[in-house]
């Protein structure tokens, strides 16, 4: 099955910096990666997915850049503002002709953004 | 927006007691599922769900579980006999199925299960 590692666990910026938050994903299949965003007990809300035909995706301040060769894809937020302070996710899911759908998530980076 | 939804948003119960969880998906949604997540740690997947009947489950998912789609609209899960690792909060998730954007799962609020 697909094993998803991020890193970093925690990630401290003052505002107006840069956060960048990486994955590797071991399924060479996998063609869909989201990001989500979690707020402190919400649910996991999708702020940005790519799908494998591109290198890149950008809306506004967030972008994520995909390398499928090297099996790793990244969340960067530029700008940062104290609101994007919460936990992060990537996720990828099972493929395969038997897929339907399950993701499997990373562990998560803890995302502060000091004023 | 059409939102999936989730009852309650919190329960309390005894070990060893029966909860259902109950979620509704978006709409016209095809595929479900159910997800877990305990305190501080990552979303972890129990099972998914497709045309009335289950299509993936993790080792998590073990008799003690079952899911069911009742009627057109309610999707739930329900945990026999819980046990203390049990307590987590629990996400359902669904997605169109259809061509075009189909990946995407949309999640729930979430009940936070305790189990005493």
């Known amino acids: 099955g697909e094993n998803v590692e991020q890193h970093p666990s925690t990630l401290s910026v003052q505002e107006g910096d840069s956060a960048v938050i990486k994955c590797t994903y071991s399924?060479?299949?996998?063609?869909?990666f989201p990001w989500y965003k979690q707020e402190l007990g919400k649910r996991p809300q999708l702020i940005i997915d790519?799908?494998?035909?591109?290198g890149e995706k950008k809306d506004q301040r967030i972008a994520v850049t995909l390398n499928k060769t090297a099996k790793h894809f990244s969340l960067h937020i530029t700008e940062t503002q104290p609101e994007d302070s919460a936990v992060y996710f990537c996720a990828a899911p099972n493929a395969g002709g038997t897929s339907y759908g399950k993701l499997t998530f990373g562990q998560g980076t803890i995302l502060t953004v000091h004023p | 927006e059409p939102e999936v939804t989730q009852t309650p948003s919190h329960q309390v119960t005894q070990m060893g007691q029966e909860v259902i969880l109950r979620c509704v998906p978006i709409?016209?949604?095809?595929?479900f599922y159910w997800y877990r997540q305990i305190l501080g740690q990552k979303v972890e997947f129990l099972v998914s769900?497709?045309?009335?009947?289950?299509?993936?489950k993790s080792e998590i998912f073990d008799d003690q579980f079952s899911v069911e789609r009742p009627d057109g609209s309610n999707f739930t899960l329900k945990i026999r006999s819980t046990k203390l690792e049990d307590s987590a909060m629990y996400f359902c998730a669904s997605r169109t199925g259809l061509a075009g954007g189909s990946e995407t799962q949309y999640f729930g609020p979430g009940t936070r299960l305790l189990v005493l």
């Open positions: 769900f497709y045309n009335n009947e289950i299509s993936e």
């Open positions: 790519i799908r494998s035909n591109v």
């Open positions: 399924d060479s299949a996998s063609n869909y």
């Open positions: 709409s016209n949604h095809l595929y």
